[in-house]
């Protein structure tokens, strides 16, 4: 019989108990050459067997087939085969988990060689939840996923597993990616503060030397503070690396200087660095946001406004926040009073603004909610915290490099003096 014809009948008697899939297992392990030497011929082996219940077969001849390169019309092909195993495979996957991911990985491959990632948006979101321990793991499809997120415009569906709470994580870079891209689609969303909270865990988390994502996202970390806080600055948390505090500046120069520009106040003057540095900007894909910033400065002399005047008119507006005009001033008025980010009313008739105080009471139904939400959220947190300390206080390796660390700082070899005279 051909050895490919046998395989695909032991894939077909070996998929029903767990020791026969152990068996399998093993089987499948010692076939894989013969896999990779015969790649055009799975395609066929592959409508033999059914991905729901032949789930470790199905994936160990697929991903020998997609190893090999493949060309736009074979993708058109594949892809379909791909989306329909991930749909219907079982737990069998989890006893090879680093073929699982690589299948992943390469349909998100092909559809970008389609310049079609929208296609791989859907599968990619089904792989990552089978993959998954716990909502609590990080696994490397988050960051596929979120990509291909970002390039098809899919910013909401990008958001559902940003509200996860990531505790585990396997490799750094996963960590880096899923910040850097869940940061991105914030900013597209006009979700800032969440999305300086991402890039923020980018900038702040351990790291030997500087990488790339690292100086990426301190550009967009520049860029958000602004919009959000209307401030930033150069200096890093304590438990930041010692890599990122002394180097993330230099390799940041015109966002700096931007920021700093910024503070100053002057409309005019941060135009003028923009147009000047207008290139460096786009050339980092970051002119859109850098237009944003100006933006926001406005909106922050308009809110400072609110700060002095309880009315004004919008041609004071106007010259007091350097606009071109009244119905410039109208029109920011009115995008800031639909954000939230002022309370106020405007009179057309006389074109006057009134200033008005926070109507939030605190008092509703809706609010009460919101806020014993966050404190269930804070407590669960804090239970997370505590069991994560306890567990690494027992943790062998912690134990022996503290045990070390106390002997090159033993305090019973320095003389100190129980009492002080004063």
């Given at each position: 019989?051909?050895?490919?014809e046998?395989?695909?009948?032991?894939?077909?008697?070996?998929?029903?108990?767990?020791?026969?899939?152990?068996?399998?297992?093993?089987?499948?392990?010692?076939?894989?050459?013969?896999?990779?030497?015969?790649?055009?011929?799975?395609?066929?082996?592959?409508?033999?067997?059914?991905?729901?219940?032949?789930?470790?077969?199905?994936?160990?001849?697929?991903?020998?087939?997609?190893?090999s390169?493949?060309?736009?019309?074979?993708?058109?092909?594949?892809?379909?085969?791909?989306?329909?195993?991930?749909?219907?495979?079982?737990?069998?996957?989890?006893?090879?988990?680093?073929?699982?991911?690589?299948?992943?990985?390469?349909?998100?491959?092909?559809?970008?060689?389609?310049?079609?990632?929208?296609?791989?948006?859907?599968?990619?979101?089904?792989?990552?939840?089978?993959?998954?321990?716990?909502?609590?793991?990080?696994?490397?499809?988050?960051?596929?996923?979120?990509?291909?997120?970002?390039?098809?415009?899919?910013?909401?569906?990008?958001?559902?597993?940003?509200?996860?709470?990531?505790?585990?994580?396997?490799?750094?870079?996963?960590?880096?990616?899923?910040?850097?891209?869940?940061?991105?689609?914030?900013?597209?969303?006009?979700?800032?503060?969440?999305?300086?909270?991402?890039?923020?865990?980018?900038?702040?988390?351990?790291?030997?030397?500087?990488?790339?994502?690292?100086?990426?996202?301190?550009?967009?970390?520049?860029?958000?503070?602004?919009?959000?806080?209307?401030q930033?600055?150069?200096s890093?948390?304590?438990?930041?690396?010692?890599?990122?505090?002394?180097?993330?500046?230099?390799?940041?120069?015109?966002?700096?200087?931007?920021a700093?520009?910024?503070?100053?106040?002057?409309?005019?003057?941060?135009?003028?660095?923009?147009?000047?540095?207008?290139?460096?900007?786009?050339?980092?894909?970051?002119?859109?946001?850098?237009?944003?910033?100006?933006?926001?400065?406005y909106?922050?002399?308009?809110?400072?406004?609110?700060?002095?005047?309880?009315?004004?008119?919008?041609q004071?507006?106007?010259?007091?926040?350097?606009?071109?005009?009244?119905?410039?001033?109208?029109?920011?008025?009115?995008?800031?009073?639909?954000?939230?980010e002022?309370?106020a009313?405007?009179?057309?008739?006389?074109?006057?603004?009134?200033?008005?105080?926070?109507?939030?009471?605190?008092?509703?139904?809706?609010?009460?909610?919101h806020?014993?939400?966050?404190?269930?959220?804070?407590?669960a947190?804090?239970?997370?915290?505590?069991?994560?300390?306890?567990?690494?206080?027992?943790?062998?390796?912690?134990?022996?490099?503290?045990?070390?660390?106390?002997?090159?700082?033993?305090?019973?070899?320095?003389?100190?003096?129980?009492?002080?005279?004063?």
């Amino acid at each position: 019989m051909d050895p490919l014809e046998a395989l695909v009948a032991q894939i077909q008697g070996l998929s029903s108990t767990s020791s026969d899939v152990n068996r399998l297992h093993s089987i499948l392990k010692q076939a894989e050459e013969s896999l990779r030497s015969q790649s055009t011929r799975l395609p066929q082996l592959l409508t033999q067997l059914d991905p729901s219940i032949h789930s470790l077969g199905f994936l160990y001849i697929l991903e020998a087939y997609m190893t090999s390169p493949i060309t736009k019309t074979q993708a058109e092909t594949a892809i379909p085969i791909v989306t329909r195993f991930i749909g219907a495979c079982s737990d069998q996957i989890r006893l090879a988990p680093e073929r699982f991911l690589s299948v992943c990985k390469r349909l998100k491959d092909q559809v970008m060689l389609l310049e079609a990632p929208i296609r791989g948006v859907a599968p990619l979101f089904i792989a990552l939840r089978k993959v998954q321990v716990s909502a609590e793991h990080l696994t490397p499809l988050h960051s596929e996923f979120l990509l291909l997120c970002l390039l098809s415009k899919c910013y909401k569906t990008g958001l559902s597993i940003l509200d996860d709470d990531v505790f585990e994580v396997n490799h750094p870079r996963d960590l880096f990616l899923y910040c850097y891209y869940g940061g991105m689609i914030c900013i597209g969303m006009k979700r800032f503060q969440k999305a300086l909270d991402l890039l923020h865990n980018v900038v702040t988390a351990p790291m030997s030397v500087i990488n790339a994502i690292a100086v990426e996202a301190y550009k967009k970390y520049i860029l958000v503070s602004l919009i959000r806080n209307g401030q930033f600055s150069t200096s890093l948390p304590k438990y930041s690396s010692s890599a990122a505090q002394r180097n993330l500046k230099n390799f940041c120069q015109p966002y700096v200087e931007l920021a700093n520009t910024y503070g100053n106040g002057k409309i005019a003057e941060l135009e003028a660095f923009v147009k000047t540095n207008a290139e460096k900007f786009e050339s980092d894909n970051n002119l859109g946001l850098v237009k944003q910033v100006v933006s926001s400065m406005y909106k922050r002399n308009i809110q400072r406004l609110t700060q002095t005047y309880l009315t004004l008119s919008l041609q004071d507006i106007a010259n007091t926040v350097q606009l071109n005009s009244p119905k410039e001033a109208e029109m920011h008025v009115l995008q800031m009073i639909q954000d939230g980010e002022i309370y106020a009313t405007i009179n057309q008739k006389d074109g006057m603004v009134r200033f008005l105080e926070d109507p939030e009471q605190y008092k509703t139904c809706e609010m009460i909610e919101h806020i014993d939400s966050s404190i269930q959220r804070i407590m669960a947190l804090s239970r997370k915290l505590t069991a994560m300390d306890e567990q690494i206080s027992c943790d062998q390796l912690y134990l022996s490099k503290a045990g070390r660390e106390r002997q090159r700082y033993d305090f019973d070899d320095f003389d100190v003096p129980q009492k002080f005279n004063i």
